[in-house]
């Protein structure tokens, strides 16, 4: 509720009278606007807005599993598991396919390990960049992919989903006729939740002399 242009006196009575605080909101603006409010509790919300949004922020980062080109399948196997936990957690993860010697002659043993990867995580990620020679490693960077995995998660929903049956009535008939049926339940809606208080906004200007 706007109160209008007050004298700072009256606007320090006014939220006074209603036991809140006169709290300066724009203090550039000729005459400076000032707001009636709780500030205690305006400060606690603020802050509880600000601790729940922390908690959902995602710290994303770029994590590294590196392999080489003779990995044997059980480390394959714990590898790649690895980079899948790091794909679901938000992250990006560097593949890095590390060659010795004159393993280095056949890069192809280590794009095909990359392809693995990248076949496995299928749904869940995407090749950010492609597989590509540096120096003697080979590098591979894959970044999660929500709308591909949201799409096999749902797909796996309906495909585990059983089907309905088709609903049957079965009706006692007692000595003196059918049993009565229980009265179907009120489908009321919901009582509309109360009307917070307004906020009330005061353009106050302190009286010079």
């Not at 009256?10 to 009636?36: G, H, S, Y």
């Not at 957690?89 to 593949?95: F, M, W």
């Not at 749904?123 to 020679?133: D, H, Q, R, S, T």
């Not at 591979?140 to 989903?161: C, E, G, I, W, Y």
Request: net charge positive; hydrophobic share 35%.
């Amino acid at each position: 509720m706007q109160l209008g242009i007050k004298p700072l006196p009256e606007a320090l009575a006014i939220a006074k009278e209603a036991d809140l605080d006169l709290v300066e909101v724009a203090p550039m603006a000729n005459p400076p606007v000032c707001r009636i409010m709780d500030f205690g509790k305006f400060k606690f919300d603020e802050a509880q807005r600000a601790k729940e949004s922390r908690r959902k922020t995602v710290h994303v980062g770029i994590k590294e599993m590196k392999y080489r080109p003779k990995i044997g399948p059980g480390d394959f196997d714990t590898k790649t598991r690895q980079v899948a936990k790091f794909l679901g957690e938000g992250h990006k993860v560097k593949i890095t396919i590390m060659f010795r010697g004159r393993e280095v002659y056949h890069p192809e043993h280590g794009k095909r390990i990359l392809d693995r990867i990248a076949e496995q995580m299928e749904g869940i990620a995407k090749v950010e960049a492609e597989p590509k020679l540096d120096n003697r490693n080979m590098i591979m960077v894959l970044a999660p992919d929500k709308r591909a995995r949201q799409a096999a998660q749902s797909r796996a929903s309906n495909q585990q989903r059983p089907g309905k049956p088709t609903p049957t009535a079965k009706a006692e008939v007692g000595p003196e006729g059918p049993a009565d049926s229980p009265p179907p339940e009120g489908n009321g809606s919901a009582q509309p939740a109360g009307e917070a208080h307004g906020v009330s906004e005061v353009a106050a200007s302190a009286e010079e002399g």
